[in-house]
């Protein structure tokens, strides 16, 4: 029973596209994030939200939009899409300060 | 600011040998630390953490310590294997957002 999974693993697309990456936790946990991995494998937070509340929002362009229906989903929309956009997206979930954060297997875009 | 900083890899090691990545960090307040293992085209997963001050992490024989007078987190393990080959990213988190700042990974190749 995967605890957090995203969708698609991997996603492939040509500039100037829309596209979403999905997120489920089944940890019942309160926060959710997403963090850009790029090809160095620097690990960069993008958005968090704490029981669908935004509670962080780094500086990231605003052709990224994150939506949180409920507090086990965090869903990233990405607009026309850009080939500096190409990296790995991770997903993590956490319970709190000092349990650290279950990560997602992550979605690999490539924006041709 | 807020950074970790880990040493650089490539780290090379024949099996069994004994293997330390070093992590300092620079936080404001009193940060919980962490080490995660991310394997080729997984996500990461949290290998070890410690909360406090003098706390000692450890999980399948890796270690690290909780230094606040170096602001210190080093990796150490007695007796590498191959399986070990991995990166590894130091991070330190905290405050009200449970915000998780990483290192730049380290990358280790365990040879037979």
């Known amino acids: 029973d995967t605890a957090v999974s995203q969708t698609p693993k991997y996603l492939v697309t040509q500039m100037g596209n829309d596209k979403s990456i999905k997120c489920e936790q089944n940890l019942g946990h309160d926060t959710m994030y997403w963090y850009k991995q790029d090809s160095k494998k620097f690990l960069k937070i993008m958005f968090s939200?704490?029981?669908?509340?935004?509670?962080i929002n780094e500086t990231v362009p605003n052709r990224f939009s994150p939506k949180s229906p409920d507090k086990a989903h965090l869903n990233l929309h990405i607009n026309s899409l850009e080939l500096g956009d190409s990296a790995v997206y991770f997903c993590?979930?956490?319970?709190?300060?000092?349990?650290?954060?279950?990560f997602g297997s992550g979605t690999r875009l490539t924006v041709v | 600011g807020n950074s970790v900083t880990q040493m650089e890899g490539p780290v090379t090691l024949s099996e069994e040998a004994f293997l330390t990545i070093n992590c300092t960090y620079t936080a404001t307040g009193y940060p919980s630390l962490f080490w995660y293992v991310q394997y080729p085209g997984e996500g990461l997963q949290l290998l070890l953490k410690a909360t406090k001050a003098d706390d000692k992490g450890s999980n399948k024989g890796f270690e690290a310590t909780y230094r606040k007078e170096t602001t210190s987190f080093h990796l150490e393990k007695g007796s590498v294997q191959v399986s070990d080959s991995a990166v590894y990213f130091c991070a330190w988190g905290g405050g009200a957002t449970n915000k998780l700042i990483f290192g730049t990974g380290t990358l280790l190749a365990v040879q037979p």
């Open positions: 939200y704490n029981n669908k509340e935004l509670i």
């Open positions: 993590a979930s956490s319970p709190g300060n000092n349990y650290g954060y279950t």
